[in-house]
């Protein structure tokens, strides 16, 4: 299901449409209104006895792809597609509103997501990927340097942000950010603010409501990321009921009991602390202000009219907005791939705002 205008995107969604294994279903819904129909139609196209779709943008020899994840990792140079099996795009696992008992009820093997990035090496490697050149690291010691991207559609990723990285053995040595797709058009979780600004009458709560639903999406995101897609599932199926209008009153408990939850995660905790320490903290200060912000918001959701709302920046407290991609740059050199994967989660930038520099490859 491809949701919303993608632009740019179109030729990285055709690619990892053809790549994805059949039998498959494909549905474009650019109207709100249309998606019960795509998917329906969808689901009745796959029913169909015997329905095995012609798939033209199918690299010839190239092995079939498997699992949920349909991350795009490319080597520069050669643009071939390396995918990886996992369960984890749009899972819902565990107990999406009760309390999950103690911080370690509801992990599923917490653990960073490296195991989703591809490497390659002189002969010829599964999904056409080359053999890495050897150059010498800090020690002088001769490894395998890779060029590799990630995005601009990977699992659990900002859409449309392109991470160009060197590697070396696991660590990143030099990355450069930039952006594809209609970027810049205006953010969703912003759009009470902006009508605000510019003297429409909304109520604080109406700016409260995506405050915390834009919080909660962040949180799942890197919830996933982290290896526990049971809190990452809550913190989502709240998201969608506090953005269909579910009262404080019951929003209240159920957010609660998921900052309990997430916040007194031992685990979590000690996983993020120290990674991506930039000078908003470091990825468990980032989701724990989250978490805060989170309830300072459902806390608000019955507020007045607030006409001259001034619209709050979305990026992260002491990083200017334009400079979200350098600090994305600054913070994953130095880091594993998972470790970064993790970092550009905590710092989550909506690359639709456009006060977050949009910078085309």
């Known amino acids: ?34 998606a019960r129909g795509t998917l329906d139609g969808a689901r009745a196209q796959l029913a169909e006895p015997g329905h095995v779709p012609a798939s033209p943008h199918q690299r010839a020899g190239a092995p079939e792809a498997s699992g949920a994840d349909r991350g795009m990792v490319h080597q520069d140079g050669n643009h071939d597609t390396a995918h990886h099996g996992g369960d984890h795009m749009g899972h819902y696992g565990g107990d999406h509103t009760g309390d999950q008992g103690d911080d370690h009820t509801g992990h599923h093997g917490m653990s960073d997501h490296g195991d989703d990035m591809a ?19 800090r020690d002088g010691l001769k490894l395998d340097r890779l060029h590799l991207t990630l995005g601009p559609l990977l699992s659990e990723w900002p859409t449309g942000l392109v991470l160009r990285v060197d590697v070396q053995g696991d660590v990143i040595q030099q990355a450069r950010a930039e952006t594809v797709g209609g970027t810049g058009g205006g953010s969703f979780w912003d759009e009470p603010s902006e009508w605000a600004w510019r003297g429409e009458p909304v109520t604080s709560g109406e700016v409260a409501r995506r ?54 995660s031992r685990v ?66 130095g880091t594993e791939l998972g470790v970064a994967r993790l970092v550009v989660a905590s710092i989550d930038p909506d690359l639709d705002d456009p006060r977050v520099a949009a910078r085309h490859g």
């Open 119 to 137: 490497g390659g090496g002189g002969m010829e490697m599964p999904a056409g990927l080359a053999m890495a050149e050897r150059t010498e690291d």
């Open 268 to 333: 979590l905790s000690q996983m993020t602390a120290g990674l991506g320490q930039g000078s908003d903290g470091d990825v468990r200060a980032r989701y724990r202000r989250w978490l805060d912000d989170a309830v300072r918001a459902v806390a608000s959701l019955d507020g007045p009219d607030s006409s001259g709302a001034v619209p709050a920046t979305l990026a992260p407290p002491g990083v200017p907005p334009g400079a979200v991609l350098e600090t994305i740059e600054q913070l994953v050199v």
């Open 1 to 34: 299901m491809v949701c919303g205008t993608v632009g740019d995107l179109d030729e990285a969604v055709t690619e990892v449409w053809g790549e994805m294994p059949d039998p498959k279903a494909r549905g474009d819904v650019a109207d709100p209104t249309a």
């Open 211 to 264: 405050t915390a639903g834009h919080r909660l999406d962040s949180l799942g995101r890197l919830l996933e990321v982290a290896g526990w897609p049971a809190a990452a599932g809550s913190a989502r199926w709240l998201r969608d009921d506090l953005l269909g209008g579910l009262p404080a009153a019951l929003a209240a408990p159920r957010l609660g009991r998921l900052v309990r939850h997430v916040g007194r």
